[in-house]
């Protein structure tokens, strides 16, 4: 009898979730969903918007030169040129007249020869189907340009300046040192600056304020500190503790738990244990960071940090962990041992504290 | 009869023993709408690829159990044929893409975007997404990481990504800020102890608290060892003793004798014989940085104070070089005579100082 009400009850209780489960709209990540539309609302790049506007006024937009965008990630150099495409053609025409390659497309010299070439050649009228006007040219976008071979770059050259009358190019990157030479002298560069603080807090407050994310206080100032002027992963890190936390409030320990950082805590004891001149200490709390799962390489920046800020040693005492630091992350990013990497930075950073209180 | 470590492997979100609030949140994440692409990092036995079934289980149901293994040819730009083994179940597709060397960037890209294109059958019951495992993250090449950055964002809407690595630091940044990273810690010794003492009461042992406290120690905060060895003590030994010894791997205790013949003595015929003992332990198929590390820990605590920091930077300095050569050999022995002549140095002064 028991058996039986059980089976009933459960019953009607899967029938519920059910009809429950109805679907729901596709979530985009909030990184595209807050993408700029126009090249109006790109933040903070005052001179780039600027140039780039005037040249935009429908008469002058046979002017546009080949852009070359540098700067660091997450500034929005992919927004703004998106935006551009878009202000021009409009989201119709823009499948059809922009070419948008990057890292992960196949993108050696044969694809420069064959698919680049063949785009650019193509001549485009100067309206629209629907007898707007536009402008008469296509634009090839070449996003994480940095990442090309050399000879892809190098076979690039002379098809951008031939097809000057129908295609312009724009060649996106974060070091401009790793485009050749021939190469930049073709285009005009623009910079893009890190972002500056104010308007990671605006925007981010923002989009707390659409999303209806509920945040303790400092929550977004943690999230400026640690994303470094990165609007891309300050909205990143936003997205994904609103969705770790649900309805609850985000708190900083999150923040600081998604973004893998180290807690201060835990450098003040390595940086505790150099000093007490015990290699075992130092042995076992290196030993520590590496079994709590810490990123080596976020480690030493941190260090890094901490020591340039140091008040106790000398400026040479620093000069000598700073060049061994600079060793130890190359090393790290050749793909050595972690554990072995830190102990030798720890042990360096000992030998130098020791000497700093002999000398004193 | 399978292993403790499989029989033991707890298959929900819910049945996991440690990082309770992990799992919590791994669990509101499997329940949110959007499901963002994921990377798990820590050290090795802390649980990482147990926690990746069990979100894997929480978001498809116990459908994702059902393996099979399949073989997959990938074409190079160059012609070239790479075969790679894939697990897969209806739902997910692991590989571990550094298999295929320096051609990883192809696999990624043709595997990714053939998952990708196909949607799932039957989306109305099921997330609409698939779930493409790739392990091994940091010993990707540069090339692949670059192809998986735009990859990773053009197909959102058909798949997504578990990484999972032991570290993140070879890892480039920009597929870092595109993943949640979840960071998975190794389990402390007392939680190891309790995991002993709870599979021992399964299967019907008694175990006494010192042995846990000592195999937990002796594992290093790996569970997966913890348990192996446990299940070894079972093996050697039933009913336990709280004195009982515990047996150690075979390559350890040889590792540690070289380490003893190093510091016992410092000639050129010595270094013979000692290479003889390395090359023995890497034809077991001894990782050469494990070797490394062994070495290191044994020497360590022969040497004085400002020795050791020495002996650091020559086995941090050698490792380097290690990874980046071909033949390991030559980096470990040129450690072992670097060592000798260093500790024979500082020996020699002390006897001088002596008299």
Known sequence: MDAFLKGSTSSTASTKSKSQSTKEPRAVPWVEKYRPKSVDEVAYQDEVVNVLKRTLELDQVGELPNLLFYGPPGTGKTSTILAIARQLYGPELMKDRVLELNASDERGIEVV??????????????TTPSGKKCPPFKIVILDEADSMTRNAQAALRRTMEKQNKTTRFCLICNYVSRIIEPLTSRCSKFRFKPLHDEILVKKLKEIC??????????????LVKVSEGDMRKAITYLQS??????????????????????????????????N????????????DIILEG??????????????VEMDQITDKQKSVITERLGIVDKCLSDGADEYLQLLDLSSTIMTQFCQAESSS | M????DKYRPNSLAKLDFHKNLAA??????????????????????GKKTRIMCVLRELYGPGTEKLKIQQQTFTTPSNKKVEISTIASNYHIEVNPSDAGIYDRVVIQDLIKTVAQSHQLDSGSQKEFKVVLLTEVDRLTKDAQH??????????????LILYCNSTSKVIPAIRSRCLGIRVPAPSHTEIGQILHYVCRKEGLTLPDELAQRIAEKSGRNLRKALLICEACRVQQYPFSEDQQIQEADWEVYLKETAQLIVEGQSPKRLLEVRGRLYELLTHCIPADIIMKGLVQQLVTNCDGSLKAEVARMAAFYEHRLQRGNKVIYHLEAFVAKFMSVYKRFLEEGMADFF
């Open chain 1, 113 to 126: 020869r064959n698919k680049v070439k063949k785009f650019s050649q193509r001549a485009v009228s100067s």
């Open chain 1, 209 to 222: 304020g659409k999303e209806s994310v509920l945040y303790q206080t400092g929550v977004i100032e943690e």
């Open chain 1, 241 to 274: 503790a609103s969705r770790l936390k649900g309805d609850e409030a985000v708190t900083i320990q999150d923040i600081i738990e998604i973004s893998g950082i180290v807690p201060d805590i835990v450098i003040d004891a390595v940086l505790e244990s150099a």
């Open chain 1, 276 to 287: 007490s001149s015990s290699y075992e200490r130092l042995d076992s709390s290196v030993k």
């Open chain 1, 294 to 307: 810490y990123p080596g390489a976020q480690v030493i920046s941190q260090i890094h940090d901490r020591i």
């Open chain 2, 2 to 5: 399978s292993l403790w470590v």
């Open chain 2, 25 to 46: 949140h791994l669990k509101k994440l499997a329940h949110s709408k959007d499901f963002p692409h994921l990377m798990f990092y820590g050290p090795s036995g802390s």
């Open chain 2, 147 to 160: 192809a998986l950055r735009r990859t990773m964002e053009k197909y959102t809407a058909t798949c997504r």
